[in-house]
């Protein structure tokens, strides 16, 4: 039974600070070591008990500082792309060969906001206490990218029982444009904790197009969170197929600042042999004449546990809000679990918002209809799960992003 | 092609099929006739393969017991059946699924699985010959469809999976008259002397377009009177209780 509590002695092996920054680091290590990892008790973790999910997987957590640097990346050939390689959430390969690189700020991610925030989030105060990589990406004002950029998150396969704390931020300037790929490759054979905090501000009018997949299983824990602003008239869409990490929680925060934004948020998941995920969203509509959708789909089978908590807050000026929720699961087997709490919180009296969560086995008569045709029982099934799931691939507009991602899909869906 | 004998089928402990004997010739069409809850869909799932019945008596396909034979071996091995209610089936690509279905069968048979090209070509043949808007497999397997579109998809998909044996559940329900003198030309040219039907229906109005060797009514479970395309002729005229 691992009781985590890193000493300062964890953050020198990080590097050395200025005082200032050494302070907000043991600061916030103190802080997390008064809370620990967050339990079922804390209503946000009611369903993922991450003190005991840690305590069962982990004998101790190390730091992971240095590894490797010869990893071998596969590189997706299926479409054209620019890319920065992560290892282990250090940057450490940048290639923008299709962009005019004037236009585009990366680096190393230096945090230089020591200002004490209180965060209710153990894993936050985690993050800012011990965080030792990540990046910074800037896309200057009217720069649109002419291809898809490719992130690849690298896990070496000296990963074991380590833990690894990355910041992120992304900041797209007005009126530019980026389409990512977030693409994670787990080559650890053991269990590891990622734990990332993320900052994405999108400008006015700007458009963030992000895909997240990943190659094969993983045995890591993930925890991603992930705090989000957009301005008036950006477009945000975030299309989610995490297909198998042992845990992984994605807590998702957006913040409408202004009128006339569109903030789309899809998943679908493929959860089996013990998986454990959450995707838990916040979408704060803060001003008038937005747009938020969310749609999530699950199937979960040999155990596995799905978990979707979505809210949706209205403040009282946001008028003429759309919002729109949904949440669909299919459980394969009787002790799969899936577990839905949709919420709505308006002050706003002229809004159109409307929530929905279902979830069953897969359908008897569909089965036997496949089956009549020739399809046995397990085709039948796989044909119907890939059906249910790929219909979030469908609103992928990108054809070749969709016929890659589709591939993915599948061939998780019939390796099972 | 197909022998039933004192067939008796319950579900839920509740007894549909109360003895039924028909026998079908290679390249006989068969009309089954009954007012409703006579049994007429519990035939179809019976044959079928549908889980869930208690089936007793003698059911032969091709001279082999049926009753224990699951339902893809049953349409691999040529039985296939049209739904009355096609089921929708969200996410999944119509074109896929015909590919994947008759390449299923094909293989079950011994035949080489047909490539993209090959079957674009069958497929866009098979649908000129129903009217059918190609566009229309490429959306979502029956999603959207309506009534007439999925009975025609349900021929289509007869029509290219080439069943020595197949069972029309109420095709013609729901279509209008153009519609079903499609369906009924889509039947009419699959048939030739190898291939039997048995063809479900409510109405009289389909048999004049494709003619039946025979006709049955069904009521309560059993065969009640068997005949020709007469025998419809009555029954359009005096209804089922005329018959005796």
Redesign the interface.
């Known amino acids: 039974m691992l009781n985590y509590k890193p000493s300062e002695k964890e953050i020198d092996k990080i590097g050395k600070f200025s005082v200032e920054e050494k302070n907000f680091r043991l600061e916030n290590l103190k802080n997390f070591n008064s809370f620990g990892f967050p339990n079922k008790q804390e209503e946000d973790w009611k369903f993922s008990d991450l003190r005991d999910i840690v305590s069962k997987n982990f004998a101790k957590l190390d730091l992971k500082l240095n590894f490797a640097k010869d990893e071998n990346v596969e590189f997706i050939k299926d479409f054209e792309h620019n890319y920065i390689v992560l290892v282990n959430g250090k940057l450490t390969i940048k290639n923008f060969q299709y962009e005019d690189s004037n236009q585009i700020l990366i680096n190393t991610y230096l945090n230089k906001d020591f200002s004490n925030k209180k965060e209710a989030n153990p894993l936050i105060y985690l993050n800012h206490a011990l965080s030792a990589n990540g990046f910074n990406l800037e896309v200057k004002d009217n720069y649109k990218f002419k291809k898809i950029l490719v992130i690849y998150n690298l896990f070496t396969k000296d990963l074991n029982e380590n833990i690894l704390n990355s910041q992120n931020r992304i900041k797209l300037g007005k009126n530019s444009e980026l389409h990512i790929c977030d693409y994670v490759i787990n080559k650890s054979q053991k269990n590891f904790f990622n734990n990332v905090y993320e900052n994405l501000y999108l400008e006015t009018s700007s458009i963030l197009k992000n895909i997240s997949i990943q190659k094969g299983k993983s045995n890591g824990f993930f925890y991603k969170f992930s705090k989000n602003i957009l301005l008036s008239k950006s477009n945000f869409s975030s299309f989610i197929f995490p297909l198998g990490f042992k845990f992984n929680k994605l807590d998702l925060e957006f913040n409408l600042k202004g009128e006339n934004i569109e903030c789309n948020i899809q998943a679908a998941s493929f959860l089996r042999k013990g998986d454990h995920q959450e995707i838990k969203t916040r979408v704060n509509h803060l001003a008038p004449n937005c747009k938020s959708y969310q749609k999530v789909k699950n199937v979960i089978d040999l155990e596995a546990k799905g978990v979707y908590q979505g809210k949706i807050f209205v403040k009282d000026i946001a008028q003429k809000t759309d919002a729109y929720q949904l949440s669909k699961a299919i459980l394969l087997d009787e002790k799969s679990e899936f577990d839905a709490k949709p919420e709505l919180e308006i002050y706003a009296d002229d809004v159109k918002c409307s929530h929905g969560s279902s979830s069953g086995n897969v359908?008897q008569?569909?089965i036997?209809?496949?089956?009549?045709?020739?399809?046995?029982?397990k085709?039948s099934i796989q044909?119907?799960i890939?059906?249910?799931?790929?219909?979030i691939v469908?609103s992928i507009k990108n054809q070749t992003i969709k016929s890659f991602i589709e591939k993915e899909l599948y061939r998780q869906v019939y390796e099972h | 092609m197909l022998e039933i004998k004192n067939l008796k089928a319950s579900i839920n402990n509740k007894q549909i099929l109360k003895g039924l004997n028909i026998l079908i010739k290679p390249g006989e069409l068969h009309a089954i006739m009954g007012p409703n809850g006579s049994g007429k869909s519990t035939l179809a799932n019976v044959l079928s393969g549908k889980e869930g019945y208690e089936v007793s008596g003698e059911l032969k396909y091709q001279g082999k017991d049926l009753i224990k034979i699951p339902i893809d071996e049953r349409a691999q091995k040529g039985i296939f059946l049209a739904f009355q209610y096609p089921t929708e089936i969200p996410g999944v690509n119509t074109n896929n699924f015909l590919k994947t279905s008759l390449n299923k069968i094909r293989k079950a048979r011994g035949e080489k699985e047909l490539d993209t090209l090959s079957f674009i070509k069958m497929i866009k043949e098979k649908s000129n010959e129903l009217g059918m808007d190609e566009k229309m497999l490429s959306r979502q397997l029956n999603v959207g469809f309506s009534g007439g579109e999925k009975k025609k998809n349900e021929i289509l998909q007869m029509k290219i999976l080439n069943p020595n044996l197949a069972i029309l559940d109420e095709t013609d329900s729901g279509l209008d008259i153009d519609a079903l003198k499609t369906v009924a030309n889509g039947v009419n040219s699959t048939r030739n002397k190898d291939k039997s039907f048995l063809v479900i229906t409510h109405y009289q109005r389909l048999l004049n377009y494709i003619k039946p060797d025979y006709v049955h009514v069904l009521t309560d479970g059993r065969i009640i009177k068997s005949g020709s395309m007469e025998l419809a002729e009555q029954l359009e005229k005096s209804g089922y209780k005329g018959i005796n």
């Open positions: 359908e008569d569909s036997y209809y496949l089956m009549t045709r020739g399809l046995n029982r085709e044909l119907l890939n059906g249910f799931l790929s219909e469908g």
